[in-house]
DNA sequence: GTGGTCTAGACCACC
DNA sequence: GTGGTCTAGACCACA
């Protein structure tokens, strides 16, 4: 359970994108309330201020939104989190490619081996 | 050019993968014979009894096969190589699949992402 | 010579207007390297966080930019720079208009003021 | 509806501020009976000496006048609340003239703006 | 209670 | 030296 940073990166940097992926995948559900800012820190076992520059990062990018005194909120606007949700899964898209092309699969190959392998190994299919 | 490595995992592991990737890419092609272990060494930029353990790995796994004096190749036999590149290819399947599905993109939709969103910034799809 | 802040707002956001202005003005030039931020925060008697707080503000806004290890500099598009100006100037324009409506002056009679009174009291017309 | 103060400055001084602008922008017309101290003093939540004090210097100024029984009113000299009509307009002019210089505004300039980007943001030209 | 701001002081990478 | 990051701890307004 013990959250673990990347020491190479900016801790608040990983905490954005870890956020961003729990607004995308729906585990922050579109206008939820977020847990405080405080809860937040202690959850992921970082300091309040590191928390809160990670959370003014994502208010700057809409994807959360503050009501004064009430707490943070996740945006509302779906197209919004619909788009930064392709934006994660292209990122994705390109390192699948990448790392099929570094070991000599073209494109095709890479697309039918996704069908023909996909799902093994415990990855459901569905 | 300076090969970066993770300070998390041997050395020599990591040395395994990056040759192995060679193998199956067609970098050395099947029955090249390999630079010997000091050039290698050097190119990689480690200590030679660390490359040594590597290639010794690879010829565990029939990858490579060694001439006694002449130098080590790459095996011949295009099956092994070709069930090698298969299990890579797996390993890459399966963090797509993961990683798409921690931003709550299924197999179905990821599928269809890679076929959609392929190819885009500057990855050839060709 | 002690820089005065409005107790209602934030340091941080008044400190932006002011360095702001310092560009828009012309005191620190296009392309201009800025004091370090700790001179600054020595010069305006505030903490280097709450200095770094402005600065990274600025940069969002793309008035400035940093460079690693080498300090931050004015940005070099004038067109961004005359773009903000504007703003500001805009502002002013409505501050005075609003101002002179308060009064019962008309825009056609602030405008005349303006070019009537314009330049008493110290305030050169050139 | 609430008025504020500014705390730096005494109450007494806003308020003959506010009241002179309800004059010489014709709110409270040339020679009309103002309504009753307590009157005034509720309406802008003041202790009624406070208002008797802003009034007494506004009868100083004679922009008002008393008839002893009778109430306050605003005074018939239409050139005095002409002439603290121009002091005002003034004063905004010097402020319009010395905020632009700020941001590197010279006087022509100043007076070109206000003829082109009056007007907007709702603020009416007319 | 909530978020927001500020300070002091420390450590880091980079060059 | 430079900017960047992180923490600890404090105080504030709001309601």
Known sequence: MEPIFDNERPIY???VEMIRIDIV???????QRLPSVRELALTMK???NTMQKA???LENEKLIYTERTNG?????????IEKVKKELAQEKVNQ???SMKSIGISYQTAVKY?????????????
């Open 55 to 57: 959370l003014a990062e």
């Open 25 to 31: 995948s729906g585990k922050f559900e579109k206008g």
């Open 96 to 98: 699948y490619l990448r």
């Open 13 to 15: 940097i990983q905490l």
């Open 114 to 126: 996704l069908q023909e392998l996909g799902g093994e190994d415990g990855i459901s299919k569905v």
């Open 46 to 48: 970082v300091n309040p």
């Open 72 to 80: 943070k909120y996740v945006t509302e606007d779906e197209a919004l």
